[in-house]
């Protein structure tokens, strides 16, 4: 079975500040991981995701993740704030044995100018 | 663009009265997934098609029904909404296969009155 544990539901940090959100997964198999953000009454939009090859994957608006087989982890990293990014962040789990996807619970970026 | 597009954006419907949620894709997916997500929560699917194939999640309730016509349409049906299916409702697609990503509507916010 898939899951995901993102630790901390609300992350403040400044504007121009690095931006850190924690993601943990468990698979049994090897994982196919996502990091989605949500704005707002709107649906989930794909930041970034790693499959298999480079463990370092950069997405849109300045965000990259990196896979870490050995701590079982995916956070998502963006090295200077904006205002703009200020949203819902959730990390998601999927594996090649199915359409199933596994989402954490989110957590919620405050961006403090 | 190809496009996951939800139909309406915000829903009205009063306590007992059927509902019907729509969603259509020009993204030619073979699977489409329908999520519910009540406020600060993960969302939470509900059931999903691969082509034809229904799968339903053990825990949906019921009063949740699905039609998926043709490729580029689905239907989420509540028969008899209450207070609790108060939501907003997510369409998301994807190819099928564990690499490939969720593609998401804008979601249709569904208020029970």
């Known amino acids: 079975a898939q899951s995901v544990t993102q630790l901390g539901s609300h992350v403040s940090v400044s504007e121009g500040a690095l931006v850190l959100l924690r993601c943990n997964y468990s698979?049994?198999?090897?994982?196919?991981l996502f990091w989605y953000v949500q704005y707002p009454n709107q649906g989930l939009q794909l930041l970034l995701k790693?499959?298999?090859?480079?463990?370092l994957v950069k997405g849109i608006n300045g965000f990259e993740a990196e896979f870490k087989k050995s701590e079982t982890s995916f956070h998502l990293t963006k090295p200077s704030a904006h205002m703009s990014d200020a949203a819902e962040y959730f990390c998601?789990?999927?594996?090649?044995?199915?359409?199933?996807?596994?989402f954490g619970t989110g957590t919620s970026l405050t961006v403090i100018p | 663009d190809a496009m996951v597009i939800q139909n309406p954006r915000y829903q009205v419907t009063q306590f007992g009265k059927p509902v019907t949620l729509s969603c259509s894709q020009t993204?030619?997916?073979?699977?489409m997934y329908w999520y519910q997500q009540k406020s600060s929560q993960a969302p939470k699917l509900l059931f999903h098609?691969?082509?034809?194939?229904?799968?339903n999640e053990a825990d949906t309730p019921d009063n949740f029904q699905s039609r998926r016509p043709n490729t580029s349409f689905c239907f989420l049906d509540i028969r008899s909404p209450g207070l609790g299916d108060a939501a907003m409702y997510l369409c998301?697609?994807?190819?099928?296969?564990?690499?490939?990503?969720?593609?998401f509507g804008n979601g249709t916010r569904l208020t029970v009155t």
């Open positions: 993204l030619n997916h073979n699977v």
């Open positions: 790693y499959t298999t090859g480079a463990t």
């Open positions: 098609y691969y082509d034809k194939d229904f799968n």
């Open positions: 998301a697609t994807s190819r099928g296969v564990g690499n490939s990503p969720l593609h």
């Open positions: 998601a789990v999927s594996t090649n044995t199915g359409n199933q996807f596994y």
């Open positions: 698979s049994s198999v090897p994982p196919y």
